[in-house]
């Protein structure tokens, strides 16, 4: 996809139909991560600036990192989460960061959004009536910032600091799956970003739950050659999983790490790669059962199955052990061959 091709078509969008799209509810997926906060409020952004369109930025779920929430407090983001049935009667709305299809969001059975913005890969039973689905980024928020600077609209700071963060974030300061489209809209509004409050974003006070999990999940870790994994049990906000699958494969010398986590009854699953060319998506994809239960990226995969709400502790380790298993197997490792990472010594 040729830079500026999806942003040519916002604008457009935006230019031509104007308050016909007013009201417009903005979606994110649930549990909304910094790409996605900051690709939703860029879009509102635009929306107001071309078209004078009224937008509101809603999610499913929780902002659960502690980063995620102080990027939103700090830099006092319009977004809130969703009321019961709130999305029943919207007359337009927008999906960022992901597709209907996806089994992490709360968009409507059968509605049909008016738009959407994403840069996961597009899902062949994605319908709307403008599909911007670009995965030649690594964010889906340097599709908007393309259109906004394509449109000239001014960007105002706090929403130039959220855009650096979510790239960044996304991108892991443009070191992972960072296109070069990433890497000209990370430093054509890093000038505009507030480099203090970046730094208190990345930086933030922590829970003692937090802690509590970090220890569970470097306790529990298990190597198999270059695989590494973990099961972190019963957590307070689902991307704890990717949160560890990150941490974990700092370790040296690892190639993967895949990290589970128990969540209303869901087991949630992190699979990470030091590798571009490992495929992620497509094998966690596989490993849980196909269908819409997971996906991803080269590099970063993530997913759930639902093993249910007060489902005995037998099920939960059987689900546990059979995504470990399963994956080890795929990649030509005995999963019998298991040992503690940090209690025995890598």
């Not at 299809?101 to 709307?128: E, G, Q, S, V």
């Not at 529990?220 to 973990?230: D, K, N, S």
């Not at 690892?254 to 990290?259: F, K």
């Not at 489902?311 to 298993?325: F, G, I, L």
Request: hydrophobic share 40%.
């Amino acid at each position: 996809m040729r830079p500026g091709f999806h942003a040519g078509r916002l604008i457009k969008l935006f230019t031509e139909k104007g308050r016909s799209l007013s009201p417009l509810t903005i979606l994110t997926h649930d549990h909304p991560d910094p790409d996605a906060l900051a690709s939703a409020w860029a879009l509102a952004h635009l929306a107001q600036a071309l078209g004078r369109i009224r937008s509101r930025i809603v999610y499913g779920g929780a902002i659960g990192r502690a980063e995620n929430r102080m990027m939103a407090e700090r830099l006092l983001m319009p977004a809130r989460p969703l009321r019961k049935g709130e999305l029943a009667g919207v007359p337009h709305l927008a999906l960022v960061d992901t597709q209907p299809p996806f089994k992490n969001n709360r968009c409507p059975p059968r509605r049909i959004p008016d738009l959407i913005i994403d840069h996961h890969p597009r899902h062949p039973d994605t319908p709307a009536d403008l599909a911007l689905v670009d995965e030649g980024v690594g964010a889906t928020t340097t599709i908007l910032v393309e259109a906004l600077r394509l449109s000239g609209v001014r960007v105002p700071r706090r929403l130039a600091t959220a855009v650096i963060y979510g790239i960044g974030s996304e991108t892991q300061n443009l070191g992972r799956e960072a296109a070069p489209r990433d890497m000209e809209a990370y430093q054509a509004l890093w000038p505009k970003a507030h480099m203090k409050t970046l730094w208190r974003i990345s930086y933030p006070r922590r829970s003692e739950r937090f802690f509590t999990t970090l220890a569970r999940g470097i306790q529990e870790a298990f190597v198999v050659g270059r695989a590494l994994g973990a099961h972190l049990g019963e957590v307070d906000t689902p991307d704890r999983a990717a949160q560890m699958a990150d941490f974990l494969l700092t370790l040296n010398g690892l190639r993967w790490s895949l990290v589970t986590a128990r969540y209303a009854g869901r087991l949630h699953v992190s699979l990470r790669s030091s590798d571009p060319g490992a495929g992620a998506g497509r094998l966690l994809k596989r490993l849980l059962g196909g269908g819409n239960r997971g996906g991803g990226h080269a590099m970063i995969a993530g997913g759930s199955v639902e093993v249910g709400e007060g489902a005995p502790e037998a099920a939960w380790r059987e689900a546990e052990d059979k995504t470990a298993s399963g994956f080890l197997a795929g990649q030509g490792l005995d999963p019998a061959q298991r040992r503690w990472a940090f209690r025995d010594g890598v």
